[in-house]
């Protein structure tokens, strides 16, 4: 079967899609579990540790981790999210609409990938109840999902995590969530130290019963380039959720496990395990970006075009996945759809300069405008994706 490698570094021995996987690390927490305005707390705990609250120990009662599970967390793990998201519709229409009803609302909204509807029932629920710890911990995966690269997004999610851990120190997703902000932000912009204040997030003792935070130092360690260790944990996680019935939980370590083997070089793997995740839950859009690339890898273009085709109509505000979808249309031979899904790829991750030069290099390939002057007739300028001389940022940033 032949094997395509996706666009070379100039000089480089290595494939693109081996370190361009590195860092695509995106909208897991949200992406994998799925799946404006900020909190008005000391901006200083942003860019900290978890904050330690008056009275908070390094290990919580654990009447608060398990009270958590029971909602926030509980309902990002459901099972079929449309038929519990149909039955708190029924709620709220037989007039028990509520601030909690609302947030569960929109976790499930968030979860199925509805990004609008989720944004705004978080709203509705803080509107009703402004101390709501589970709708300012929502409100902070929808930026961090949305931010794409923008700092502003990573910087509004941390306050709203940081703010639900002020309300409820025992909000088991907002510690969680700190910890995939970091992640996120890393592979957009490629800071080995978020890389690392991801892995310490991961780590923290308040998470160690927690499969979920393994996932996260797992995902760290990837972007780090400590493959060995990662095996270890990803195993030591894989252990913890052995001989539960498989869900939500077992799908994210499988998509972990798909990831490691597409950056170890294992594209059949990597397609195998995200495939087994989709099969447990469909809900698992990192696992069907792994897929797309796996595919891409394998050579199996028409099957990645379709495949990332429907991943753009599931998730269309996700611009790695319209570069999935440019590059599996290049390889097919569409070179005007390939345009046409590179442009709105350009467009999505304007803030992300850990794909600048992967992106640069492919729309000249394929002939879009060099010059911001150009954009407004033809889509967005590759000039926005170099230096004022003319020269490609440096993909990622990262030692490896």
């Given at each position: 079967?032949?094997?395509?490698?996706?666009?070379?570094?100039?000089?480089?021995?290595?494939?693109?899609?081996?370190?361009?996987?590195?860092?695509?690390?995106?909208?897991?927490?949200?992406?994998?579990?799925?799946?404006?305005?900020?909190?008005?707390?000391?901006?200083?705990?942003?860019?900290?540790?978890?904050?330690?609250?008056?009275?908070?120990?390094?290990?919580?009662?654990?009447?608060?981790?398990?009270?958590?599970?029971?909602?926030?967390?509980?309902?990002?793990?459901?099972?079929?999210?449309?038929?519990?998201?149909?039955?708190?519709?029924?709620?709220?229409?037989?007039?028990?609409?509520?601030?909690?009803?609302?947030?569960?609302?929109?976790?499930?909204?968030?979860?199925?990938?509805?990004?609008?509807?989720?944004?705004?029932d978080?709203?509705?629920?803080?509107?009703?109840?402004?101390?709501?710890?589970?709708?300012?911990?929502?409100?902070?995966?929808?930026?961090?999902?949305?931010?794409?690269?923008?700092?502003?997004?990573?910087?509004?999610?941390?306050?709203?995590?940081?703010?639900?851990?002020?309300?409820?120190?025992?909000?088991?997703?907002?510690?969680?969530?700190?910890?995939?902000?970091?992640?996120?932000?890393?592979?957009?912009?490629?800071?080995?130290?978020?890389?690392?204040t991801?892995?310490?997030?991961?780590?923290?003792?308040?998470?160690?019963?927690?499969?979920?935070?393994?996932?996260?130092?797992?995902?760290?360690?990837?972007?780090?380039?400590?493959?060995?260790?990662?095996?270890?944990?990803?195993?030591?996680?894989?252990?913890?959720?052995?001989?539960?019935?498989?869900?939500?939980?077992?799908?994210?370590?499988?998509?972990?496990?798909?990831?490691?083997?597409?950056?170890?070089?294992?594209?059949?793997?990597?397609?195998?395990?995200?495939?087994?995740?989709?099969?447990?839950?469909?809900?698992?859009?990192?696992?069907?970006?792994?897929?797309?690339?796996?595919?891409?890898e394998?050579?199996?273009?028409e099957?990645?075009?379709?495949?990332?085709?429907?991943?753009?109509a599931d998730?269309?505000?996700?611009?790695?996945?319209?570069?999935?979808?440019?590059?599996?249309?290049?390889?097919s031979?569409?070179?005007?759809?390939?345009?046409?899904?590179?442009?709105?790829?350009?467009?999505?991750?304007?803030?992300?300069?850990?794909?600048?030069?992967t992106?640069?290099?492919m729309?000249?390939?394929?002939?879009?405008?060099?010059?911001?002057?150009?954009?407004?007739?033809?889509?967005?300028?590759?000039?926005?994706?170099?230096?004022?001389?003319g020269?490609?940022?440096?993909?990622y940033?990262?030692?490896?």
């Amino acid at each position: 079967m032949r094997r395509v490698h996706l666009w070379r570094r100039r000089g480089a021995a290595e494939p693109v899609w081996v370190w361009l996987v590195r860092a695509a690390l995106l909208t897991l927490l949200p992406g994998l579990l799925l799946a404006g305005c900020t909190a008005g707390v000391n901006e200083d705990l942003a860019a900290t540790a978890t904050p330690r609250m008056p009275g908070d120990q390094a290990s919580p009662p654990a009447r608060l981790i398990l009270a958590d599970r029971n909602t926030t967390l509980r309902t990002l793990l459901v099972a079929d999210p449309a038929a519990e998201l149909a039955r708190v519709d029924e709620r709220i229409e037989s007039g028990s609409d509520s601030a909690e009803a609302r947030s569960t609302r929109g976790l499930l909204s968030l979860r199925m990938g509805d990004l609008t509807s989720a944004r705004a029932d978080f709203a509705a629920a803080l509107a009703a109840e402004p101390g709501s710890a589970a709708a300012y911990t929502g409100r902070g995966l929808v930026a961090v999902t949305t931010a794409q690269g923008d700092q502003a997004g990573y910087t509004a999610a941390l306050q709203d995590f940081n703010r639900a851990l002020t309300l409820d120190p025992g909000t088991t997703t907002a510690r969680l969530g700190r910890g995939w902000t970091f992640l996120q932000r890393a592979s957009y912009r490629g800071e080995r130290s978020d890389w690392e204040t991801a892995l310490a997030e991961g780590r923290d003792k308040r998470l160690r019963d927690e499969p979920l935070a393994q996932a996260i130092v797992a995902f760290a360690l990837v972007g780090l380039g400590d493959l060995d260790q990662e095996r270890q944990t990803l195993a030591g996680a894989m252990r913890a959720v052995d001989g539960e019935e498989p869900g939500v939980r077992a799908a994210v370590l499988m998509t972990v496990d798909a990831r490691l083997a597409l950056s170890a070089g294992e594209p059949e793997r990597a397609l195998e395990r995200a495939q087994a995740a989709l099969a447990i839950d469909s809900f698992q859009w990192e696992a069907r970006r792994i897929e797309v690339s796996s595919l891409l890898e394998l050579g199996q273009f028409e099957e990645a075009r379709d495949a990332a085709n429907a991943l753009t109509a599931d998730i269309p505000g996700d611009g790695y996945a319209w570069f999935l979808y440019a590059t599996a249309l290049h390889q097919s031979g569409d070179q005007a759809g390939a345009v046409a899904a590179l442009t709105r790829a350009m467009e999505l991750l304007t803030h992300a300069p850990a794909y600048s030069a992967t992106i640069l290099q492919m729309s000249q390939e394929l002939g879009l405008p060099a010059s911001p002057s150009s954009a407004s007739q033809n889509g967005p300028a590759t000039g926005a994706w170099s230096d004022p001389n003319g020269r490609p940022h440096a993909l990622y940033g990262v030692r490896w």
